[in-house]
């Protein structure tokens, strides 16, 4: 048994902390076991939208019994959530996915990579590092200067920030950070979108270092029964033999190695 | 109270399975819920070989249901025969193999391979609208399905269920092809097809265009063909179609389904087969019904 149920939770606060981004703390059992690069499905009230929506973990409060959520409003699920309030009743499928290798890594030196709204699955991320004694380096890409958990994540490592309109921080890409900064990384583990992510396996195969990447896909059951959200992989997949895995169970988090994107 | 029902000879404790599709060979749910509390686990439909299925996105949400194009992803008959039937004979249920195919022949292979394993019953996908060979092709023609049906039926040593698509203009005349061919039963709806386009992105929603409409939005549709479909044939109907509750289950029940299956409801609520065969219980507590057999096709 993985443990994985659905469960109720309580929304415990929510606040706007960007544009169209949200930031919602849940009380929910399912924090006993939520680690970094997890994900939770989340559930709408509106019954004629019947999915729950995957949302990664941000950050985990175990003495609360709490998980926060940073999310973008992309569609009409998420937008009902960003109206709940606190003491709002909802339901979580979870705890889902496989999360970020952090014990074994703890001895190198990390850098973790952000973008977007990739950025929160970092601050779980960061936080179990340090606790496991890790150097954290994070960079963080955003659009322009609307930038969020910047200061969260400050808590846990050093913080380089790029904005693709040059407004604060260096101006292009997380990677355009590293040339810049001179910061070499040992491991890097990353959570953004698609381009970004194809630039960072083809930055670690140069270097020969080992990048970890969450990836995401339109997904339906979150538990590996529909086969929706599978991704192309290096090697057969254990479960259909047919070099696709399932992005919800034997993902989200990848080695860059073993997927073909 | 009796809740088990006899399908062509095979008895299923109660009348709940899983539809095909949306419970893998049920690893994924046992996590959830009791394998052992459910009539039968219908398989994810296995080919003679690995199907690696389409290009993602390969599903996408619509209002009150979900459209899909997965392709019959599947590691072929000779993996699921190692892991997956040994996996379902730990439990007390029924297992029934969703059987997929390119052509007559490769539906053959899969049949004569589980000839001689535990398996209890198959179902013949002939109906799913993602694949471009096979499947629906032997599904839409009633000589067709008539020929697949019976070249099955010669090979099988298990009874055989012939899983129809909602996609043609007559389902009667589907589900008298099935029967002349000597189906033991037949199961519907498959999902019907739909298409859904994102206006934001000017793509369409899926990589394969088009999809199977699933989820409790095409459930009155599948009502009234389980409907017909009894009215039409003397073989048994297992009916499935946007199951979500017990209720919905029984209205199947009522209008000619033998047993039900739960579908597109699992990936909802993965709790959902067990407290369908929990509210059938109940629905029949209610009303003082002793054999869940007198439900069946009671409504004329």
């Known amino acids: 048994m993985s ?19 949200y930031d919602m703390w849940l009380k929910t059992e399912l924090a006993a076991k939520a680690a970094a690069g997890q994900f939770v499905g989340v559930y709408p009230g509106d019954k004629s939208h019947l999915l729950p929506r995957p949302i990664s973990i941000c950050e985990v409060d175990r003495q609360r019994s709490a998980l926060r959520l940073v999310y973008r409003i992309a569609g009409a699920g998420t937008g009902e959530f960003a109206s709940w309030q606190p003491g709002q009743e909802t339901a979580l499928l979870g705890v ?20 977007g709204i990739g ?19 994070i960079v963080i890409g955003y659009r322009d200067d609307k930038l969020f958990l910047k200061e969260d994540l ?99 988090v990848f080695d860059a190695r073993e997927v073909d994107i | 109270m009796n809740t088990k029902v006899t399908i062509a000879g095979v008895e299923f404790k109660n009348p709940v399975m899983t539809a095909s599709g949306t419970f893998g060979s049920g690893m994924e749910y046992s996590d959830f819920v009791d394998l052992n509390e459910l009539g039968g686990v219908v398989t994810k439909g296995v080919a003679n070989i690995p199907w690696e299925g389409n290009p993602v996105p390969r599903v996408a949400e619509t209002y009150g249901g979900m459209l899909n194009a997965i392709g019959l992803q599947n590691p072929g008959i000779d993996v699921f025969m190692e892991r997956d039937i040994p996996f379902l004979k730990q439990y007390d249920t029924k297992i029934v193999v969703n059987v997929c195919g390119k052509s007559v022949e490769d539906y053959l292979e899969v049949v004569e391979k589980l000839g001689d394993t535990a398996v209890d019953m198959l179902e013949i996908n002939v109906s799913c609208p993602n694949v471009k060979e096979g499947a629906i092709a032997f599904g839409q023609k009633a000589e067709c399905l008539y020929d697949i049906t019976s070249r099955i039926k010669a090979k ?15 389902i009667t005349e589907m589900a008298k092809a099935a029967e002349a061919a000597g189906a033991d039963g037949i199961s519907l709806i498959n999902t019907l097809t739909g298409m859904k386009i994102d206006i934001h992105k000017r793509t369409f929603a899926l990589a394969n265009k088009t999809g199977g409409l699933s989820g409790p939005a095409i459930k009155p549709v599948a009502v009234r063909m389980v409907y017909q479909a009894a009215h039409a044939v003397k073989i ?38 067990v407290e369908v065969v929990r509210g059938i219980e109940d629905y029949m507590k209610k009303y003082g019904v002793e054999d869940v057999n007198q439900l069946i096709g009671s409504v004329k």
């Open chain 1, 119 to 137: 950025i929160p699955p970092m601050l779980e991320l960061a936080k179990e590092l340090k606790e496991q004694g890790a150097e954290v380096t």
């Open chain 2, 236 to 273: 048994p109907v297992i009916g499935m179609g946007g199951i979500a509750t017990a209720e919905d289950a029984v209205e199947f029940l009522l209008a000619g389904a033998s047993a039900v299956a739960v579908g597109a409801m699992n990936f909802v609520n993965p709790y959902t087969t």
């Open chain 1, 96 to 115: 889902l996915g496989n999360g970020f290798p952090v014990k074994e890594n703890a001895h190198r030196k990390a850098v973790l990579l952000g973008g």
């Open chain 2, 156 to 170: 099988a040593k298990q009874p055989v269920i012939m899983k129809l698509s909602p996609n043609v203009t007559d």
């Open chain 1, 154 to 252: 400050e808590q846990y490592g050093r913080v380089f920030v790029a904005t693709e309109d040059g407004s604060v921080g260096v101006k292009g890409n997380v990677l355009d950070v590293l040339a810049k900064e001179d910061i070499c990384p040992e491991v890097m583990m990353a959570c953004g979108p698609m381009p970004m992510l194809r630039a960072i396996k083809r930055y670690a195969q140069e270097k020969e270092i080992t990048a970890y990447i969450s990836l995401e896909e339109r997904m339906a059951c979150g538990v590996g029964a529909c086969l929706g959200c599978v991704c192309k992989t290096t090697h057969k997949d254990h479960h259909s033999h047919v070099n696709n895995a399932r992005i919800c169970t034997d993902g989200p």
């Open chain 1, 3 to 21: 443990g994985k149920k659905k469960t109720g939770a309580i929304v415990l606060s929510q606040r706007m902390i960007a544009p169209d981004i």
